[in-house]
């Protein structure tokens, strides 16, 4: 089991930066990515950054530019750097970690989630 544990939610204005962190801890071996979802009341969760165990990223069109995920391996941590914040990105961010199970199977493991608030 994986679990996940996020940190460094809150409300920022427009314009503003907040810094995420999630810290891996349990059987942290095989993990393929880990990565950032958000989700507004009404919507279905979505990718916002992803970075693999290869140290590739990607992100969604909507934070380009904006948004920078990293990962510290020795910490098994997460990061999700949030600048230029609108009030669009107002949502609960999600971390997750995908992981190869020694039978082959994908698990995916969540975190509890962080509110994260823009104001205008």
């Known amino acids: 089991q994986v679990q996940l544990v996020e940190s460094g939610g809150g409300l920022v204005q427009a314009g503003g930066s907040l810094r995420l962190s999630c810290a891996g801890s349990?059987?942290?071996?095989?993990?393929?990515?880990m990565g950032w979802y958000s989700q507004s009341p009404g919507k279905q969760r979505e990718l916002v950054a992803i970075?693999?165990?290869?140290?590739?990223?990607s992100y969604a069109d909507s934070v380009k530019g904006r948004f920078t995920i990293s990962r510290d391996n020795a910490k098994s941590t997460v990061y999700l750097h949030m600048t230029k914040m609108k009030p669009e990105d107002t949502a609960v961010y999600y971390c997750?970690?995908?992981?190869?199970?020694?039978?082959?199977?994908?698990?995916?493991?969540w975190g509890q989630g962080t509110q994260v608030t823009v104001s205008s």
């Open positions: 970075i693999t165990s290869g140290g590739s990223t």
């Open positions: 997750n970690a995908r992981q190869l199970s020694r039978v082959g199977t994908i698990n995916d493991y």
């Open positions: 349990g059987s942290m071996f095989s993990i393929k990515s």
